[in-house]
């Protein structure tokens, strides 16, 4: 399985970025996917993420801006992100977890300028 993020980029405060992450390899429609992000210096962290039925989970700091979504025809993922803030300035990885494994794509790096 290999996963390729791409998206990311440098805006100012309150501007927006779509994420996508797109999977191949053995991949099927059951199994979660998800964000983490890892901003310089700290740990990485979750964000979002959303199972094959399309449930999702978004951790607070996130809630009513981001959007996590996912093309299981297309095998891809996607974070559509608004109204960001210099504190979401991080790398980001796409991840997708089956049967017990997980597997991380490469991140891509969002800047947000105040």
């Known amino acids: 399985v290999q996963l390729q993020a791409s998206g990311g980029g440098s805006v100012q405060a309150g501007g927006s970025l779509r994420l996508s992450c797109a999977a191949s390899g053995s991949i099927s429609s059951i199994g979660v996917m998800g964000w983490y992000r890892q901003a310089p210096g700290k740990q990485r962290d979750l964000v979002a993420h959303?199972?094959?039925?399309?449930?999702?989970y978004y951790v607070d700091s996130v809630k009513g801006r981001f959007t996590i979504s996912r093309d299981n025809a297309k095998h891809t993922l996607y974070l559509q992100m608004n109204s960001l803030k210099p504190e979401d300035t991080a790398v980001y990885y796409c991840l997708y977890s089956r049967s017990g494994y997980t597997y991380w794509g490469q991140g891509t790096l969002v800047t947000v300028s105040s």
């Open positions: 959303i199972t094959s039925s399309g449930s999702t």
